[in-house]
Each structure stands twice: as C-alpha cells, then as structure tokens.
C-alpha cells in the first residue's frame, strides 16, 4: 500500500497543507465542511494503488493551511485560485478534480473558472448549478427557510463560534458528521444553533472515536472562522460570478449522490438531477449514482465510491489517450 505523506506548497499567497499518495495522473480531493483532508484517508489510498497520484489539500481556513483574516478572502475566486496554484506547484498542466460538500462547490467552480486545468471532475453530494440572476442560494433557500436556516444563523459573525465552543468541538462535530436528518437545519425559534446540537453522538464503525479526536485536533489548529467564513463569501461569490450566469461545465464529468444525504433532499435537487436539469449544464457528464448513504459518503461507503472513481477516472484516461 502507497503509504499518505505530508508537505506544505505556496499558493496564492499562502501556505496549503496537503496529503498525497502514489504516483501517476493527479487527482485533486477536495474537502468541504467542517471537514479536512483526512474525510478522503480512503481514496487517497485506494487511487494510489490504481496508479494515480492522489491529493488532498486543506483549503484554506481548514486544518494545518493558513487562516487568511476576513470573510472577503474566502469567494470562489480565491479557493479556485489556490487549487490552480496548487496544481502548477505540482508540476502539472491539467488534473482530475473531486470534491464533497463545499469541495464539490469549488471542483465545479474550478471546471468553470479554469476548464484548461480540468481533465474531469467527480462531485459528491453537490450537483452543479449555475449562477441564477434571481439571487444567490443563501438569498433563495434563506427566503424559503427562514432566519433560522443555519445558512443565514452563520452570516452573523461570530456567533456559530461561539456557540460551537460553548457545547464543544467534539459534540458539535460528532453531530453534523454523524446527522441521519434529511429535512433542512432550522434552528426552532426561541433556541439557539448549539441547543440544536445537544445530547450523545453514537459513533459508527466508519467514524470511530479516533476519527473524531482527529477532526476535533484539526479544527483546535484551525479554528472555526475560517471555515465558517466560506458560508460568509456566498454572496460576494454571487456577484463575482455574474459573467458566468447559467453558464455551462463542459469537462468530462460524473454525480455521486446518496439516498440519506440531506442535500439529495433539498427541494428540488432530486428532480433537477433525475430530469436532466444537470445534464443540460453538464453536457459532458457520463451519469450519476445514488448510493445507500448519508452526506459523507466517501468515509461511509468509502469502497463504493473508490470503485465509482476509478472507473471513471480509468475511463477518461483512455477515451483521451486516444484523441
């Protein structure tokens, strides 16, 4: 087995912790909240023994890379500009992407944004949808949802801090990984965001004590601002984007979505996938599985996954190798 090692490259003005295994075609992992590198331990491994080159960065905010100040510093622009400075620290021309989560957010942003980098991109959980002119996803879900929605309770800032530390890192952690909810996180009026989080989390063979020590060191270097300062930039990111509006990907692409993810059960996300609304803006996108699984798929149902990527991944090589 291809043992995961660790360094630290420059990019975009600052330093990016990342993971890597095995040599061959990159393959970018990119995490997305509250996570960090070690949500992909399993395909690390696994595309390293399959002949790729597996990389898993911190994005910046999370884990060991730096915590750029200022939620301004957190718009699409920069994360895809520090993947993009990741990819030429590495040496290569064009990589394959995935991303989970937030990571599927900037993977997609990274395919639109920088389509000469992108030799293909996998999301998991996160189906691609363009810029609307109507407004942001924080404006239309918020107006839907309420104050209450955590989307729209994390733009105050500092409070999701606050209340995390309150009822500690290892309960609020331990709940968002390991939720079995599938309807919207809407905090009841007259409670606040770290009530909701409140009582025991029965662990799981694929989230195991020790793996929750990890996240909760990870985020004791991190903090949680920067991460949370993602959520912040969703507007900023909206009006960056206005040349791109309905824009379409045109990299070669593949959907992984999971029956008990709460994102499969956002109204509307199901039918827009099933009824060709992500093919039409993916026109490139060779299909989508729907797996039995939650919102953190890869560690749940980890050899699943492994073999969707690969097969993907395997495949591309070869239809490009001939052209």
Do not use: C
């Amino acid at each position: 087995m291809s043992p995961i090692t660790h360094r630290f490259v420059k990019t975009n003005g600052i330093n990016m912790h990342i993971a890597e295994a095995g040599s061959g075609p990159t393959v970018i992992l990119v995490h997305g909240f509250p996570d960090f590198w070690y949500s992909w331990r399993h395909q690390l491994s696994a595309l390293a023994g399959a002949g790729f080159h597996a990389v898993a960065p911190d994005v910046r905010g999370f884990g060991e890379t730096d915590v750029p100040i200022g939620a301004e510093n957190y718009t699409a622009f920069d994360i895809t500009g520090d993947l993009v400075g990741l990819i030429n620290a590495l040496g290569d021309e064009r990589v394959f992407v995935v991303g989970h989560d937030w990571g599927a957010e900037h993977a997609w942003n990274l395919a639109l944004l920088w389509p000469d980098k992108i030799r293909g991109v996998v999301t998991l959980s996160v189906p691609y949808s363009p810029r609307q002119e109507k407004g942001s996803s924080l404006k239309i879900l918020g107006s839907r949802l309420g104050d209450g929605w955590y989307m729209s309770q994390f733009q105050k800032p500092g409070y999701a801090e606050s209340e995390f530390r309150r009822i500690g890192l290892s309960t609020f952690l331990g709940h968002v990984l390991l939720s079995s909810s599938t309807k919207p996180w809407v905090i009841p009026e007259g409670k606040s965001l770290g009530d909701d989080m409140q009582g025991p989390v029965e662990l799981t063979p694929w989230l195991t004590a020790e793996d929750l020590d990890r996240y909760v060191e990870a985020f004791e270097k991190s903090g949680l601002t920067g991460p949370i300062n993602v959520y912040r930039a969703i507007e900023r990111t909206w009006e960056q984007l206005a040349p791109y509006t309905k824009a379409k990907i045109q990299a070669p692409a593949f959907f992984i979505a999971g029956s008990r993810d709460i994102v499969w059960h956002v109204p509307g996300t199901r039918a827009y996938v099933e009824g060709g609304g992500l093919k039409h803006f993916v026109p490139n996108l060779r299909g989508y599985v729907v797996l039995d699984s939650g919102h953190f798929m890869q560690q749940e149902k980890s050899e699943e996954v492994n073999q969707l990527l690969i097969k993907f991944l395997q495949q591309e090589l070869n239809q490009q190798s001939r052209l």
